[in-house]
């Protein structure tokens, strides 16, 4: 990352509500120059340590709208540092529930959006000094099955090779690395995991013992855009708290050993 010159101009897509605003806090507590776009403004504004985002309009779907708005950024702050391709999400919905428009249309907002957005903000970056960060927010769902959200699901697996190979071509310039969060508590969590019993019992499968807070996958977005990772691209860093444990574990009622071989 650039030295000397000044705060850096961070990006953070859909950083309104959730991960995005935990993402966009962790920027500003380093005393970058944040801007978070989303169709919609922020139900309230989205500070840390005394310091606010700016908010932006933009429909990430609309390739000429994000060219625009990339411009302006280039314009207004002379440079950008980083982008956070955070925007996205799904209603739970099972394959057969829709026709393969409705699921194009998630699979346009979680992997074409970030793509078009991208596009748009490598020409800034490939010519200031310092190059430039993307990252992209993926998910546990690109990883493994992912029923009731497949649309999604493809989407991110998408979305992690998109991202490695475009970090073979820009560098060095760019570097392009993936955060993949697991379970998140976040102000809907409850639309996908129900009541404060149903996330305690989500939380009870995660190794850790709990859900991860929005601020710490922000804290994971710094260090993959700060000069302590100059040298990781390419790279995807899970944030999920060790995962799932698998299911035969709890299901099996024998003692827990391994099979003889």
């Not at 310091?51 to 309009?57: G, I, M, P």
């Not at 991202?163 to 379970?183: F, I, Q």
């Not at 260090?223 to 390419?234: M, P, Y």
């Amino acid at each position: 990352m650039p030295e000397d010159t000044g705060p850096r101009t961070v990006v953070v897509t859909g950083g309104t509500r959730g991960v995005g605003a935990g993402i966009a806090r962790a920027f500003l507590r380093t005393g970058a120059h944040v801007v978070v776009c989303a169709r919609r403004p922020p139900d309230r504004p989205v500070a840390a340590d005394g310091r606010t985002a700016r908010h932006l309009a933009v429909d990430l779907r609309d390739a000429a709208a994000v060219t625009a708005f990339f411009d302006r950024v280039g314009e207004e702050y002379g440079r950008l540092d980083v982008l956070v391709n955070n925007a996205g999400g799904t209603p739970f919905r099972p394959l057969e529930a829709a026709d393969a428009e409705r699921h194009a249309r998630v699979v346009a907002l979680n992997l074409v959006a970030p793509l078009t957005a991208s596009l748009a903000a490598y020409p800034l970056m490939r010519g200031q000094p310092g190059g430039g960060c993307i990252l992209m927010v993926g998910s546990v769902s690109g990883t493994r099955p992912s029923p009731g959200t497949a649309a999604y699901g493809a989407a991110k697996a998408g979305l992690h090779s998109l991202a490695r190979t475009m970090a073979v071509e820009w560098a060095p310039a760019v570097r392009v690395n993936t955060l993949v969060p697991g379970m998140v508590r976040t102000e809907s969590a409850h639309l996908h995991y129900g009541d404060a019993a149903g996330l305690a019992a989500v939380a009870r499968t995660v190794p850790a013992g709990r859900l991860a807070e929005p601020d710490e996958i922000g804290a994971a977005a710094v260090f993959l855009a700060s000069a302590d990772a100059a040298h990781i691209t390419g790279a995807e860093l899970l944030v999920h708290g060790g995962g799932e444990r698998p299911a035969f574990l709890t299901a099996a009622t024998v003692n827990h050993e391994e099979p003889p071989t």
